[in-house]
């Protein structure tokens, strides 16, 4: 290549590797790939193993009308993709290399889709082979360029790798963000209040139910990026949770806010790379309000022991209210009624008094309880 033609080569890199971070390059990056290599259509495809489909996954210069025929019937036409299942990786092939050219003109495939797409000829390049699937480079040149060349094997060839790489790494950043926006969504689903915090103790994430509770303000509030207590009290346990490391063990503390009510705080700090950006997350707080009632999966109950729901309803009663006249009063039923309902649960579960049927509920009981949805409710 020329100095020309290397500069150019080594700016193309960088527009493959940005396409890999901003998918809104990347018919960009592939229309210079494709002129880079003097083609005039270029597509990324693969297909898998058995040859039962095919996914094309960028293109350029190529007309939806043609990708759908590629794909409903010249697949099975086009004589290079599956050569390379026995070739070298990163060696790029043309029409010539596995047929005389006077019989590829004789191809429908050559007839009716690559000739009416003005092109001449087909340069490929597997980017990627595993067991399940074949990744390759398809690149069409025009026919005012002639057949594929050297110089277009070799170019083809240096920027296999690169596109390759550009390729994993755009599929990882797809999955990861995927997860990212799983996981947020997952949180936001809690009723239990949740936020990352950076080492400095910025806010990275916060759950819905922690959002509310920073719009309350009767415990903490939100200043900017930053956790403000709303009393001294808070603000020095709070301080001293965020001063915790990976290195420390979790952490729970008791606070009061302003309206009295007591809160459960959890601080976990989370192992990560050193080399880390400072933004990233080191430590998760959890912020309960506390409650002597656990939040008990009361379908689960139901189902295990084959409880009516008149059994389950004096079952959470006992949990939570304790004696049969109490139990009555707050049903609304005979204090005889709840005796039997009683004896029925005793009979289901294994129990034989009131506080082993208070510690098998208390073994159903979930960690975090859904903000929508759902038979389970606080007992």
Excluded at 64 to 90: G, I, K, N
Excluded at 133 to 153: F, K, N, P, W, Y
Aim: aromatic share 6%; net charge neutral; glycine share 6%.
């Amino acid at each position: 290549m020329t100095i020309h033609q290397a500069n150019r080569f080594s700016s193309l890199i960088g527009e493959i590797y940005d396409a890999a971070v901003d998918p809104a390059l990347r018919s960009g990056a592939l229309e210079q790939i494709s002129q880079f290599v003097g083609g005039c259509a270029a597509m990324i495809l693969s297909r898998d193993s058995a040859r039962l489909s095919i996914e094309i996954h960028q293109h350029f210069g190529t007309d939806a009308r043609f990708r759908q025929l590629y794909r409903d019937r010249y697949v099975e036409l086009d004589p290079l993709l599956d050569r390379h299942l026995t070739l070298a990786p990163e060696r790029t092939i043309g029409v010539t290399d596995i047929m005389s050219y006077a019989d590829f003109i004789e191809t429908s495939f050559h007839r009716e889709w690559v000739e009416p797409q003005g092109a001449i000829d087909i340069a490929t390049v597997a980017l990627e082979k595993t067991a399940a699937r074949t990744t390759i480079l398809q690149v069409l040149r025009h026919r005012s360029r002639g057949t594929v060349d050297e110089a277009m094997r070799e170019r083809m060839r240096l920027l296999a790798p690169h596109v390759h790489r550009s390729h994993i790494m755009g599929r990882q950043i797809r999955a990861r963000s995927h997860t990212v926006d799983d996981l947020a969504d997952v949180l936001d689903g809690l009723n239990t209040a949740i936020c990352l915090l950076d080492a400095d103790g910025r806010v990275v994430h916060a759950n819905a139910a922690c959002r509310q509770l920073f719009a309350d303000a009767n415990l903490l509030a939100m200043v900017g990026d930053r956790i403000v207590a709303r009393n001294t009290q808070t603000d020095k346990i709070f301080r001293g949770l965020c001063e915790i490391d990976d290195s420390a063990r979790r952490r729970i503390e008791l606070a009061t806010s302003t309206d009295g009510q007591h809160y459960l705080l959890h601080a976990l700090p989370l192992k990560r790379d050193r080399s880390l950006a400072r933004d990233a997350a080191a430590t998760m707080l959890f912020i309960q309000r506390a409650s002597m009632s656990p939040m008990l999966a009361t379908a689960a109950i139901a189902a295990a022991f084959r409880l009516t729901p008149s059994e389950l309803r004096v079952l959470m009663a006992i949990v939570e209210i304790g004696g049969v006249p109490d139990i009555a009063a707050k049903l609304g039923i005979a204090e005889t009624t709840v005796k039997t309902h009683l004896g029925r649960l005793f009979e289901k579960t294994g129990a034989g008094r009131q506080a082993d049927l208070v510690k098998i509920a208390a073994g159903f009981a979930v960690p975090f309880g859904r903000r929508t949805g759902g038979d389970d409710r606080a007992a």
